[in-house]
């Protein structure tokens, strides 16, 4: 049998899509002769065999519903997206300060999380 990667697919993406499970990576990455991390173009044709299947039910539901998952993301989209929760982060970060009680001694872990859980969900 073959199947037509399409844009953003990737071979784990396909293994879903043909074989109804991840575990089918293996043999379309040795029957294919690609890693399964490579990246693959729009277009190309991958072989696969009805033995290689690994739950007949979701390579059924995929199947009869034309279900193709693509969930490859690209370097520069990994990089804007981790950037963005990155400085949404920063802003949200405070600085957590420990002051000493008047006996001279910090206060107990528990007290200081009831303080900060108190003040942030407050």
Same mark, same amino acid.
């Given at each position: 049998?073959?199947?037509?990667?399409?844009?953003?697919?990737?071979? #784990?993406?396909?293994?879903? %899509?043909?074989?109804?499970?991840?575990?089918?990576?293996? =043999?379309? &990455?040795?029957?294919?002769?690609?890693?399964?991390?490579?990246?693959?173009?729009?277009? /190309?044709?991958? %072989?696969?065999?009805?033995?290689?299947?690994?739950?007949? /039910?979701? %390579? /059924?539901?995929?199947?009869?519903?034309? #279900?193709?998952?693509? $969930? !490859?993301?690209?370097?520069?989209?990994?990089? &804007? #997206?981790?950037? !963005?929760?990155?400085? !949404? $982060? =920063? !802003?949200?970060?405070?600085?957590?300060?420990?002051? %000493?009680?008047?006996?001279?001694?910090?206060?107990?872990?528990?007290?200081?999380? $009831?303080?900060?859980?108190?003040?942030?969900? &407050?």
């Amino acid at each position: 049998m073959e199947v037509t990667v399409k844009d953003r697919q990737s071979l #784990l993406d396909i293994a879903v %899509q043909t074989l109804g499970g991840v575990e089918g990576v293996f =043999a379309l &990455a040795e029957r294919n002769g690609v890693g399964i991390t490579d990246r693959l173009e729009d277009g /190309t044709v991958l %072989q696969w065999e009805y033995d290689d299947t690994a739950d007949s /039910t979701v %390579q /059924t539901f995929y199947s009869d519903r034309g #279900l193709t998952p693509a $969930t !490859e993301i690209t370097d520069a989209e990994l990089r &804007a #997206l981790l950037g !963005e929760i990155e400085e !949404e $982060t =920063a !802003e949200e970060e405070e600085e957590i300060t420990f002051e %000493q009680n008047d006996s001279g001694s910090l206060p107990s872990l528990t007290r200081i999380f $009831t303080d900060e859980f108190e003040r942030v969900f &407050a």
